[in-house]
């Protein structure tokens, strides 16, 4: 499935947003939740697109973390074939955002379809989003497209944009580290076979 650009674009941002924001394991060392400046920082990264900058304050930024939070809950369940318990917790989300659709202007003149809390709020606006960009995914077989990190001591998740939908790693350098061991690995036992002979 592939999403229309919208869509595309609040899950790539989700996504980022929760590996920004959510403490774990990202390629084998533990990240902490950002606080102060760093999380307004991290923010900001995570949402930045082309021709949007993506600044927020500190207030926003901080009330805009429960969503995330409650965003990487949603993954690990897709991440577990957990649907039934994705869809709630998505629904959830979707009650407390009180996400809703609305047409705006694009800039060719056109309209785009866009979804908003019930004010323009930094945090209430991204809130919303998650929520329904989650919803779309889970709800047009899309769901199978987000992912936990399958390389060791990582938990980061991924947004699968691929045509053959084979991802499983949150990025090159996970993928690089298992490739690594696999190889080492294989090498080791075939030196070990060799001594064997």
Same mark, same amino acid.
């Given at each position: 499935?592939?999403f229309?650009?919208?869509?595309?674009? /609040?899950? &790539?941002?989700?996504?980022?947003?929760?590996?920004? /924001?959510? @403490?774990?394991?990202?390629?084998?060392? *533990? &990240?902490?939740? @950002?606080?102060?400046?760093?999380?307004?920082?991290?923010? !900001?990264?995570? &949402?930045?697109t082309?021709? =949007?900058s993506?600044?927020?304050?500190?207030?926003?930024?901080?009330?805009?973390?429960?969503?995330?939070?409650?965003? +990487?809950?949603?993954?690990?369940?897709?991440?577990?074939?957990? /649907? @039934?318990?994705?869809?709630? +917790?998505?629904?959830?989300?979707?009650? +407390?955002?009180?996400?809703?659709?609305?047409?705006?202007h694009?800039?060719e003149?056109g309209?785009? #379809?866009h979804?908003?809390?019930?004010d323009?709020?930094f945090s209430?606006?991204?809130? !919303?989003? #998650?929520?329904?960009?989650?919803?779309?995914a889970?709800?047009?077989?899309?769901?199978?497209?987000?992912?936990?990190?399958?390389? @060791?001591?990582?938990d980061?998740? =991924? &947004?699968?944009? %691929?045509?053959?939908?084979?991802?499983?790693?949150?990025?090159?350098?996970?993928?690089?580290?298992?490739?690594?061991?696999?190889?080492?690995?294989?090498? *080791? *036992?075939?030196?070990a %076979?060799?001594?064997? %002979?």
């Amino acid at each position: 499935m592939r999403f229309n650009s919208h869509v595309e674009r /609040l899950l &790539v941002s989700t996504v980022a947003l929760v590996n920004e /924001l959510t @403490p774990g394991q990202d390629g084998g060392r *533990s &990240v902490g939740e @950002p606080a102060g400046d760093e999380l307004v920082e991290a923010v !900001a990264r995570a &949402v930045r697109t082309q021709g =949007y900058s993506g600044r927020t304050t500190a207030a926003e930024a901080r009330a805009l973390l429960a969503e995330v939070r409650a965003a +990487r809950q949603v993954i690990e369940a897709v991440a577990v074939d957990d /649907l @039934p318990g994705a869809a709630a +917790r998505v629904n959830a989300m979707l009650a +407390r955002t009180r996400a809703r659709p609305q047409l705006d202007h694009d800039d060719e003149g056109g309209f785009r #379809l866009h979804f908003h809390g019930p004010d323009d709020s930094f945090s209430r606006g991204w809130a !919303a989003g #998650l929520a329904a960009g989650l919803a779309m995914a889970l709800g047009g077989d899309g769901g199978q497209r987000l992912g936990m990190c399958e390389a @060791p001591a990582c938990d980061r998740v =991924y &947004v699968d944009q %691929s045509k053959n939908s084979h991802r499983r790693f949150c990025g090159s350098r996970c993928q690089s580290r298992v490739k690594a061991a696999e190889h080492r690995r294989r090498r *080791s *036992s075939g030196h070990a %076979s060799a001594a064997t %002979s």
